[in-house]
């Protein structure tokens, strides 16, 4: 008969078989823990000093269940020995194994030829034991893997392996596999069970970097802090090194930090594959960037960005993903202080990269109170007010001349809600701006006479055009703004509606006309101010009123109108009202229009700007932005997308940008379409191109094959990239070959390539 709940403050003493004991007797209970030890088995007895039980053995000690075939007790050495079929749940942790020892004073755990898991991974070993100190566990002669078959298509093995379960592996002697065949072979490697952290190799080939090896080696510092070793080789290019290092702290991560280096001695620094000029370059070329965030208090928070660059070219050179979301990086440091109705911060930003143009704040001290109640009444106010000494620094060669000044500002802004009727919304403002600077001035174009170098080596004089700075000392300009919103919204319903194609159970159309008027005077001409924040070149209309318009010294008259209507369609999908299409269409008329000098619409009418979101089902979804030139004379922009999830085999979409008449920007048609089909449950095939039809030019091309690897995905493709511009025609392309893990998608294996990624050994999966 099989005995249930048998309790024991131990396994039994020598010579005692598995019978319950008298709850109390201290002579047949252990000294050594307060925890008693459940034990079920089919049947029970003792052999010698030994006790036994066999049969579907179950011992639960605390956090600790083992099941095994048989099991015996020592009770000189408090080991339980559990032979056939070993299972030991332990916190999470499960270990299977033929035999096993596991000691109840230590809970050290001995076991042979093992098997367990540790996520992501799965493992086996001849023998599994702890780590002395109880943080881990030894594996010997280990095999990791993620994939579940008995031949699994990939693995890492070790001759000793260090598990620190939830935390990391790090592993000793250990070859990887693909198969049965080993690939690499590493003395040490540290992988990371929850970080994007490990050892990387990726190996390629780039027109621009030629034959190339890019390693990463990841270790840890602290328990909050992880470093990155990098060390790459490029044919054409020649070697480089580099540290990284990042950390978070708190349970929230609130603060962090990351520092980054880079340094390599460039073979062939004059490397070029835009069709643009470049200018030289010296062959030592380097990258040191900082990014932090650290809270000194719960409502005081500092935060840091530094970027230091030995060239303008080095972020296109060696990281071209950095490149693209930000070729000119900031520098700066700010401390920031956060109330329930204000922020005050102090901040000094300087650009350390004489080869672009800055703006310096050394320093800007700067408060901002949010839109609240006056008073407990019922009108608003919010408000900006900052001091500060500012240096406008331009690129060194530019023929710009720098200016500097000290600069306070105020602005106080008062609004009064109200609804009228209770469906007319009004929102009525005024505002006051008060602007000190020391120095002011007029930028003008100066005619010099300048010596040039002829290409016969002789010299000629010629006439250049430089700006010239025209100070008149210090000025005071005083703004007022005023205006008002006015906006209602009529909602009708349509339950008739009902289309299952469309995604349609009903129809509730939702419509909102409305206004804004915008009226400003400026005390000052703008063109007697000195400009350090400016407004930006943009193809959409700037804001018209405050404090959203924060270019402060580009301030001017002006009087104008916007006019709009929103209009939503919602339907029920999923117990939820969705957004099935949302409308947005303005335009504004200026009364009196700004001259911003960078403004591309220059008539009374502006265009009629529209915005449309359109997901009529789960599969499908649309945007489209626009602009056109119906009232008036102006330009044209029309930018879309779609999306199709056809179905489980195939996505589709399609991208494309027109621009036409815009005197900031180059007339554009660009289109962009891509796409991935399943050919069957092993392959795959993915494309992405981009085609100017202006230069009938197909500028970007990427063509990938896919197959699954049952534990993997493997991608194999070529990309190429046209940059030619001007008659000149210069090419650019590299291989594509990337493994990534279906089950740990974020975590690196130790080769990857992707050279749209590629950034001084990034290594990074996609």
């Known amino acids: 008969m099989k005995n249930t709940a048998l309790v024991l403050a131990t396994f039994g003493l020598a010579g005692a078989a598995f019978a319950q004991q008298p709850a109390g007797d201290d002579d047949l209970f252990g000294k050594f823990s307060d925890i008693p030890i459940d034990i079920a088995a089919e049947r029970m007895g003792a052999s010698g000093q030994l006790s036994t039980a066999s049969g579907n053995v179950q011992i639960t000690y605390g956090s600790t269940t083992i099941y095994s075939d048989e099991a015996q007790y020592d009770p000189n050495s408090r080991d339980v020995i559990v032979t056939g079929n070993v299972r030991i749940y332990r916190e999470g942790q499960l270990v299977t194994a033929e035999r096993a020892v596991y000691n109840l004073e230590t809970k050290d755990i001995i076991a042979a030829s093992s098997r367990g898991e540790s996520l992501p991974f799965k493992f086996s070993g001849t023998s599994f034991q702890n780590i002395p100190g109880g943080t881990g566990y030894l594996v010997k002669e280990g095999i990791f893997t993620t994939s579940d078959s008995a031949n699994p298509d990939w693995s890492m093995r070790a001759k000793r392996a260090r598990i620190y379960p939830k935390d990391h592996v790090v592993f000793q002697d250990m070859k990887f596999y693909i198969g049965n065949t080993p690939v690499f072979w590493f003395p040490y490697l540290y992988q990371s069970l929850n970080k994007a952290n490990a050892f990387t190799i990726t190996p390629g080939y780039s027109s621009a970097w030629g034959a190339y090896m890019l390693t990463n080696y990841t270790f840890p510092i602290s328990d909050t802090m992880g470093g990155t070793l990098r060390l790459d080789l490029r044919s054409t290019r020649g070697a480089a090194v ?78 071209p993903g950095d490149f693209r979301e930000n070729p000119q990086p900031d520098n700066s440091i700010a401390v920031a202080k956060l109330g329930d109705d204000y922020e005050l911060t102090f901040l000094i930003r300087s650009q350390l990269n004489d080869f672009f143009d800055g703006t310096d ?31 406008r620094n331009f690129a060194s060669g530019s023929t710009s001349q720098d200016y500097n000044a ?34 002011s001035g007029a930028v003008l174009p100066f005619e010099e006479d300048s010596t040039v170098k002829l290409a016969d080596g002789t010299t000629q004089v010629v006439k250049r055009v430089t700006d010239r700075l025209v100070k008149e000392g210090s000025l005071f300009r005083p703004v007022f703004n005023a205006g008002f919103e006015m906006s209602f919204k009529a909602s009708r319903a349509f339950e008739q509606v009902q289309n299952r194609t469309l995604g349609l159970d009903g129809l509730r159309h939702v419509m909102q006309p409305y206004l804004d008027f915008s009226f400003v005077r400026s005390g000052v001409d703008s063109q007697d101010i000195l400009k350090f924040d400016r407004i930006e070149r943009s193809t959409q209309p700037p804001p018209i009123s405050f404090p959203a318009f924060n270019a402060i010294d580009s ?58 979101r359109w997901t009529p089902l789960s599969w499908v979804s649309l945007t489209l932005d626009s602009q056109f030139p119906l009232l008036d004379q102006g330009f044209t922009e029309v930018n879309s997308r779609a999306v199709f999830f056809v179905n489980d085999k195939v996505q589709f979409n399609i991208g494309h940008r027109y621009l036409d008449g815009n005197v900031l920007f180059q007339n554009s048609s660009l289109m962009d379409f891509g796409g991935y089909f399943r050919l069957n449950d092993k392959w795959g095939f993915s494309f992405r191109e981009t085609y100017e039809f202006r230069d009938s030019l197909l500028e970007n091309q990427r063509y990938e094959l896919h197959r699954d ?37 974020d975590i690196k294996l130790p080769i990857s390539l992707d050279p749209s990624s590629l950034g001084g050994g990034t290594g990074k999966n996609r």
């Open 709 to 745: 690897l049952s534990s993997w995905i493997a991608s194999l493709g070529v990309v190429a990239t046209n940059n030619s511009s001007g008659g000149k025609n210069v090419n650019e392309y590299g291989v594509i070959l990337t493994f990534t893990l279906k089950d740990l998608p």
């Open 406 to 439: 000290t600069r306070v500002d105020t602005f106080h802004h008062f609004l009064l809600p109200r609804t009228i009727d209770g469906w007319l919304s009004v929102v009525p403002r005024v505002g006051v701006r008060g602007t000190w600077y020391s120095q």
């Open 242 to 319: 580099g540290f990284d290092t990042n950390w978070e702290e708190g349970e929230s991560k609130q603060s962090w930090g990351r520092f980054s280096s880079y340094l390599l001695d460039d073979a062939a620094p004059g490397t070029n594959q835009t069709s643009l000029a470049r200018e030289a370059i010296d062959s030592t070329r380097y990258r040191v960037s900082f990014q932090a965030r650290q809270y000194i208090t719960d409502d005081i928070y500092a935060t840091v960005n530094i970027n230091k660059l030995s060239d303008t070219r080095i972020l296109q050179d060696f990281y």
């Open 555 to 612: 301030i001017q008259d002006w009087n104008i109108l916007r006019l709009g209507i929103r209009n939503r369609l919602q339907t029920r999908r999923d117990n939820s009202t969705i957004n099935w299409l949302e409308m947005d269409t303005y335009f504004d008329v200026r009364f009196d229009r700004p001259d911003f000098g960078i403004e591309p619409d220059l008539g009374t009418f502006s265009n009629i700007v529209n915005h449309i």
């Open 361 to 391: 704040r050394l320093p800007e001290l700067a408060l901002d109170i949010t839109r609240q109640p006056l008073f407990g009444s019922k009108i608003f106010y919010e408000g900006e007010t900052s001091v500060g000494h500012y240096n």
